[in-house]
């Protein structure tokens, strides 16, 4: 299996601030990653898929980066309904693999 | 607007076995789209557990993989997950997600767009 490993695994932020979240593969992924935001008692949410493409209706504040092994998530600006937990994915091959989470909260 | 609707019984005891149905609404299970079921245990990450294609053909993970069967009805547009010989390390939030796919320059992205809101599921005697 693929493992997925991200950093921190927590975070206190402010809004406005910009935030980054790291997401490292144990192997090549290509571009198979895929982003998605969790808040509490609700199921996740994608956010960007294939390392970099914007879901539908997903604010622009909200990019992906990278390819390979190595991963970004970043927040150019917070919002207050930004705090949140947020996994990757990779969906290189099954069976598909999630990180451990990164909660971000509030300063 | 598709959207996805779990249901099944939020209890079932030690040895027994979980059974969950996914309702879809808004688009037809007989799509191109693969149909997933992703299970994230209290507190804990998100934990894949298998796909079902419209023609049935499925994909688990290996993990669950000799307990686990997923089935779909086109006549009710639902998909459903049977997972046997449960245990308490089988409690946990499970949802089902449909897989859509993005081509680019020949290669296939998947990734989970529809997401039902979870069924929760504890094991205990």
């Known amino acids: 299996d693929i493992q997925m490993t991200q950093s921190p695994s927590s975070l206190s932020a402010s809004v406005g601030d910009r935030v980054t979240i790291t997401c490292r593969a144990s192997?090549?992924?290509?571009?198979?990653l895929n982003w998605y935001q969790q808040k509490p008692g609700q199921a996740p949410n994608l956010l960007i898929y294939?390392?970099?493409t914007l879901q539908s209706g997903v604010p622009s504040r909200f990019s992906g980066s990278g390819s390979g092994t190595d991963f970004t998530l970043t927040i150019s600006s917070l919002q207050l309904e930004d705090f949140a937990t947020y996994y990757c994915q990779q969906s290189y091959n099954t069976p598909y693999t999630f990180g451990q989470g990164t909660k971000l909260e509030i300063k | 607007q598709v959207q996805l609707q779990e249901s099944g019984p939020g209890l079932v005891k030690p040895s027994g076995t979980l059974s969950l149905t996914c309702a879809v609404s808004?688009?037809?299970?007989?799509?191109?789209?693969?149909w997933n079921w992703v299970r994230q245990p209290p507190g804990k990450g998100l934990e894949w557990i298998g796909e079902i294609y419209h023609s049935g053909s499925t994909n688990y993970n290996p993990s669950l993989k000799t307990r686990v069967t997923m089935s779909i009805d086109k006549s009710k547009n639902q998909v459903s997950l049977k997972l046997r010989s449960v245990t308490a390390a089988d409690t946990a939030i499970y949802y089902c997600?449909?897989?859509?796919?993005?081509?680019?320059?020949?290669?296939?992205?998947?990734?989970?767009?529809?997401w039902g809101q979870g069924s929760p599921v504890t094991v205990s005697s």
């Open positions: 997600a449909r897989a859509n796919v993005y081509y680019y320059d020949s290669s296939g992205y998947y990734y989970f767009d529809y």
């Open positions: 192997q090549n992924i290509n571009s198979y």
């Open positions: 294939a390392a970099f």
């Open positions: 808004g688009g037809s299970i007989s799509s191109s789209n693969l």
